[in-house]
């Protein structure tokens, strides 16, 4: 697992045998889904725990693209 910097978050990123190596049939979105180093991008931000001892684990802090606007303007 790997955090990335994309805007104000960190994108949780992960890569092992337990995750699946791409789309079947489907290799534009193969390419779209992983990184260059083969991690997939979930999508999903985290925060240390405690930035001084990452060994205390990554608090989910929601998504990296979770802005959208209803008609109501909210």
Same mark, same amino acid.
């Given at each position: 697992?790997?955090?990335?910097?994309?805007?104000?978050?960190?994108?949780?990123?992960?890569?092992?045998?337990?995750?699946?190596? *791409?789309?079947?049939?489907?290799?534009? !979105?193969?390419?779209?889904?992983?990184? $260059?180093?083969?991690?997939?991008? /979930? @999508?999903?931000?985290?925060?240390?725990?405690?930035? *001084?001892?990452?060994?205390?684990?990554? !608090?989910?802090?929601?998504?990296?693209? $979770?802005?959208?606007?209803?008609? /109501? @303007?909210?």
């Amino acid at each position: 697992m790997k955090l990335v910097p994309d805007g104000d978050k960190l994108e949780m990123r992960v890569k092992g045998p337990n995750v699946t190596p *791409g789309y079947w049939n489907a290799p534009d !979105l193969t390419r779209s889904a992983f990184d $260059e180093e083969g991690f997939y991008r /979930t @999508g999903d931000a985290g925060i240390f725990l405690d930035a *001084g001892i990452p060994e205390k684990g990554i !608090l989910f802090n929601g998504r990296i693209a $979770e802005d959208f606007k209803l008609l /109501t @303007g909210t």
